[in-house]
Every structure is written in structure tokens, then in C-alpha cells.
């Protein structure tokens, strides 16, 4: 076959890979009962198609192909083993057997299903919530061990040993690949709503690289909690599917068309996806009408009344401050705290904020969290205060790692060099 042939077929497999799969490695896992074993049949199963796809063709439907070679390159493998450790032989009894096999059964509705019965196996109360998020986050959605560090704020190899010791206890405590009973729902919720939501944050504000924003991650966070949405109709499950898509249909207007970041007050709201408003305001007004709703709930909230304000200036920050005290009861937070100090500046001023912002650091919360710093030094900068702002924006550039955001602090630190005379000190940091 020629070099186009192959270029071609590469050009798929890698959109495949891209779009698909964690579908394929969920559907694969209940297939094999193993993370490690259905991870290497995942690659496996990628390799024969770049081999056998060149010669014969893309097949009609790819996903199933995928599923099946992988399953078949597993238990051929496990075969071979098996001739000289009858352990391996054991297993592959088990396997074999546990599983009714039809590859016509594999259609996109069981693989979503699939992929559900994951989210809420790595989720399983037996394992800690460390690695419930870590594991779900590397299986389900496919993220880099360093990528999840950076969503904990910690190391690699420690998200790296909590993702091998959540394995090992699924496999040994035979934790079932299964979609809990409708009386186990509520307490497994919490930790499911919560990856999905660092999924979809990694996705809005990458935390490292050249974008600032993932749109595959994002969306893949949003299709997740509509899933969640249709399978059960809780409250909290809404207000996280409305708060991702009210945050979402700012997106088109956060960058700038070379890349660089928009802070919320200068940002054309022309350009804010308004079928996406519509549908998460609805989704706010479902939630609060249960009277059982939660902080997703509350963020969606205060996400609306942002999205219906016609301008910064015209937003109701009093209202903003005031969600914000209710979501601190809540949910305790220093992020949400230094949210609400931002909210504070924008109705009371800048000094207001920054005694808020300093208290926090004072405190040693979010010292390693460069928004902190950013929202500190917009503070000082706004009063006045060049020298020191110009310290915070400088400490909130060592701490990021996110190219768009660098180029953002760069160029206010080269607006403070140049004296640049202040803004509206009411602009919000945003």
C-alpha cells in the first residue's frame, strides 16, 4: 500500500484514539476484569488496526473492531501464559467465563453504558476519595498523571501510586464493574459529580500549555453529566450539568483570536453561546425548585446571574456576594472564599478584596495557587500600589504554567514598568 494509504489510516486511528478511546478501554475493562490487561489490549488492538486497516480497509463500524481485536490480542496473550503458570490458566477460565461474548452485542448504547459502570466503579466506596478521583480521572477520561497532579496541586508519582493501589484493590476486593442499585446512589454521587467537575475545569482553564482552554475535555465533562442527568434525576446532578454550561458558553469569548486571555468584563457577549444560557438557566431553575440542591447548584447560580447581566457594570454584585455567603456555609472553601473577595471588590471596592485576599494568604491557604496572587496584585494595582503589585503578579508568574496566562501576567507586568496609569478600579478579576 502507498504512503498515502497509510498516512490516511493514521489520520483516523488518531481521531479514533482522540474521541474514542475511553469508550473502547471501558467496554474492554468489563470485558478482561482488568485495568492493566484491557489497557494493553487497547494498544494492541490500535496496532493491528494501523496494520490490518492499511490493507483491508476501514471497517464499518471502527469502535467494535477495536473491541473485539483488543479482546481477542488479551486472551490469545493470556493463552500463551497460560501453557506454563497454571494461575494464568485459572484466570483465564474466570474471565472467559464471567462475560457472555457477542461482538454484534457491542453497540454505542452499551458502550456509554459501559463507560457509566466505570465512572462508578472507579468511584466505589471502598477506595479512598484520593484515588476514586484519580483513578476516574486517568480511566475514564483519559488525563496524564501529571494533569491530575495539577488539578490536586501535588505530585505525579503520588497520583501515580494512588492510581496502582486503586487498581489493586478493585482486583483483589473483586469490586463489581456495575451501575449501583438506586438505594446506593446518593453516597456514591458526590465523589462522580466531583471528578466530573475537575474534568470539566482542567477542560476550561488548562491547567499547563499552549491553550487556555481544552474543548475536548470540557465537553466530554458536559456529555458525562448529561448521562448522569438521565440516569437519575437528583438535584445536584442539574445544578453540575448547569453550571458546566453556563461557564461553557463563555468560551468563544475568553481568548482573543491570537490565543490570548479576555478577562470577563472586556469580553464580547455577543459572542457567549446563548442556546447554551438558556438551557442552563432552565437546568438552575429545576434544581433550586427540589429544595435539596448543594453548591453545584449555588455556583450555577451565581453563574446565571452573570450570564444575564448585559454587562460587568450592570451585574448585581450584591446578589453575587451574597450567594457566595451561602455557598461558604455550605461548602467551605478557600478558593470559594477568594471568589467571594473578588465579588466583594467589585461591590465595595478594591480594598475591601484585598483585606479579604490577604487574610487567606496570611493563613497559608492557596499560597501554590497562582489566582490567588493574580487576584491580589489586580487589587494593588487598581489602588495604586505598583511595587507591590508588581511582587503578586511576579509570584502568580512562577506559579503558572499555562502559556495564554503567562502571556497575561507578562503584559501586566510590562504595563506596571511602563507606569501605565490605573484602570477602573471597580474592573473585576475575572
Same mark, same amino acid.
Given at each position: 500500500?502507498? /504512503? ?10 488518531? /481521531?479514533?484514539? @482522540? ?21 494493553e ?62 461482538? /454484534? ?12 459502570r ?13 484515588s ?6 486517568r ?6 498523571? /501529571?494533569?491530575i497532579?495539577r488539578?490536586?496541586?501535588?505530585s ?47 477542560g ?9 482552554? @481544552? ?17 437519575l ?20 469569548? @475568553? ?49 446565571a ?85 508588581r ?40
Amino acid at each position: 500500500m502507498g /504512503e498515502n494509504a497509510t498516512a490516511s489510516v493514521r489520520a483516523i486511528l488518531d /481521531e479514533l484514539y @482522540r474521541t474514542d478511546s475511553r469508550r473502547v478501554l471501558a467496554t474492554l475493562i468489563r470485558l478482561l476484569g482488568d485495568f492493566d490487561m484491557a489497557e494493553e489490549a487497547l494498544h494492541d488492538a490500535f496496532m493491528a488496526a494501523m496494520e490490518q486497516w492499511t490493507w483491508n480497509g476501514v471497517p464499518g463500524n471502527p469502535r467494535a473492531w477495536l473491541i473485539s481485536a483488543g479482546r481477542f490480542k488479551a486472551i490469545d496473550s493470556m493463552r500463551r501464559r497460560a501453557r506454563f503458570d497454571a494461575s494464568v490458566a485459572q484466570q483465564l477460565d474466570t474471565r472467559t467465563a464471567a462475560v457472555s461474548w457477542n461482538p /454484534e452485542d457491542i453497540t454505542d448504547e452499551n458502550i456509554e453504558d459501559d463507560r457509566l459502570r466505570l465512572i462508578f466503579t472507579c468511584c466505589h466506596p471502598a477506595l479512598p476519595q484520593d484515588s476514586q478521583l484519580a483513578l476516574t480521572l486517568r480511566e475514564v477520561c483519559g488525563l496524564t498523571t /501529571e494533569e491530575i497532579a495539577r488539578a490536586f496541586l501535588t505530585s505525579a508519582p503520588t497520583i501515580a501510586k494512588r492510581i496502582v493501589r486503586a487498581k489493586a484493590k478493585i482486583r483483589d476486593s473483586r469490586i463489581p464493574f456495575e451501575v449501583p442499585s438506586r438505594s446506593d446512589l446518593p453516597e456514591r454521587l458526590d465523589a462522580v459529580l466531583h471528578v466530573i467537575y475537575l474534568v470539566f475545569t482542567e477542560g476550561y482553564s488548562a491547567s499547563a500549555g499552549a491553550s487556555l482552554t @481544552r474543548p475536548d475535555l470540557s465537553s466530554e465533562a458536559i456529555r458525562l453529566g448529561r448521562l448522569l442527568v438521565e440516569l437519575l434525576l437528583e438535584s445536584e446532578a442539574i445544578g453540575l450539568l448547569a453550571l458546566m454550561l453556563l461557564h461553557e458558553s463563555r468560551r468563544g469569548a @475568553r481568548t482573543s483570536p491570537d490565543g490570548d486571555v479576555v478577562l470577563l468584563d472586556d469580553q464580547d457577549r455577543s459572542l457567549w453561546n446563548r442556546d447554551q444560557i438558556a438551557e442552563g438557566t432552565k437546568l438552575v431553575q429545576q434544581a433550586l425548585a427540589s429544595r435539596s440542591f448543594g453548591p453545584y447548584t449555588l455556583q450555577a447560580t451565581i453563574a446565571a446571574v452573570h450570564a444575564e447581566a448585559p454587562s460587568a457594570d450592570a451585574t448585581d454584585w450584591s446578589q453575587i456576594v451574597g450567594l457566595y455567603d451561602v455557598l461558604l456555609r455550605a461548602n467551605p472553601s478557600p478558593v470559594v472564599e477568594l471568589n467571594r473577595a473578588v465579588a466583594v471588590a467589585m461591590r465595595d471596592g478594591p480594598a475591601a478584596g484585598l483585606q479579604r485576599i490577604d487574610a487567606i494568604l496570611e493563613r497559608g491557604d492557596l499560597r501554590e495557587y497562582h489566582l490567588a496572587h493574580s487576584a491580589r496584585a489586580d487589587m494593588l494595582r487598581r489602588l495604586g500600589r505598583t511595587s507591590e503589585a508588581r511582587d503578586s503578579y511576579q509570584q502568580a508568574l512562577n506559579l503558572t504554567r499555562q502559556d495564554a496566562v503567562r502571556r497575561f501576567l507578562e503584559r501586566r507586568l510590562r504595563e506596571l514598568e511602563a507606569r501605565t496609569p490605573p484602570t477602573d478600579p471597580r474592573r473585576p478579576v475575572q
